[in-house]
């Protein structure tokens, strides 16, 4: 490819139907409110319009999308929607395919086209009730329920078991090493002892 520069990006566009959220689009509302994230879009202004949107009751479903480096503003642009609206949440990932061009620098050679397969994350957000059968459904508030409830007990738990494991086993440790210190001690101690003894003994056998 040293006899190529790259061109432009053709990124395919994406409709409707290619949405991974045919299971979980809601009934009553077959037409929801579709926000293109990019890497260069602001993230205020995006969200004033959903917003907007929701709030004039004009949509009751928004649908974020993004890929390449549109990636982290679009869950930025989730999470702070779900910060004001109680909506349900459907994550998923999906594939778009981007054309690559690369322009020849020599004569002879023709023009190359690449296909490629870029990651996009699709996050649907309703304020009508979803299904609890819907695979990755997140219910409005569930995030905060789950750090302050019982998902978050778990880690700290674990973490005090295992210093009262290590606690019980450093202190069986020194136990040990105590036993071990006062015998030694006590062995050393009788043999000056009874060494001290035996001259004091012979001495009064001989006077």
């Known amino acids: 490819m040293m006899h190529y520069r790259k061109a432009e990006n053709v990124e395919k566009e994406l409709s409707k139907s290619d949405l991974p959220f045919e299971d979980c689009m809601p009934t009553s509302q077959k037409d929801f409110l579709w926000m293109h ?6 993230v205020s202004n995006v969200i004033e319009f959903a917003q907007a ?3 004039k009751g004009e949509h009751r479903c928004v649908v974020w999308s993004g890929s390449g480096g549109g990636v982290v503003k679009t869950i930025s642009c989730a ?5 004001s609206h109680p909506v349900y ?9 981007v ?14 086209i690449v296909n490629r397969q870029i990651p996009t994350l699709h996050i649907l957000m309703s304020l009508d ?12 508030n569930t995030s905060t329920d789950f750090w302050e409830g019982g998902g978050a007990n778990p880690k700290p738990q674990h973490h005090q078991q295992q210093q009262q494991q290590q606690h019980q086993g450093s202190s069986s440790r020194p136990s040990k090493r105590n036993r071990s210190g ?6 050393q101690h ?5 060494e001290e003894n035996q001259p004091t003994s012979q001495s009064q056998g001989q006077g």
């Open 37 to 42: 994230v990019k890497g260069g879009t602001k």
């Open 53 to 55: 949107s929701l709030n």
């Open 79 to 83: 999470e702070v929607l779900k910060r």
């Open 89 to 97: 949440q459907v994550t998923r990932m999906a594939y778009t395919s």
């Open 99 to 112: 054309e690559e061009h690369w322009k020849p620098q020599m004569e002879g050679l023709e023009e190359i």
């Open 129 to 140: 009730e979803l299904p609890d059968s819907i695979e990755g459904l997140q219910k409005p």
């Open 182 to 187: 006062r015998n030694k001690p006590s062995q």
């Open 190 to 194: 009788g043999r000056p002892v009874a």
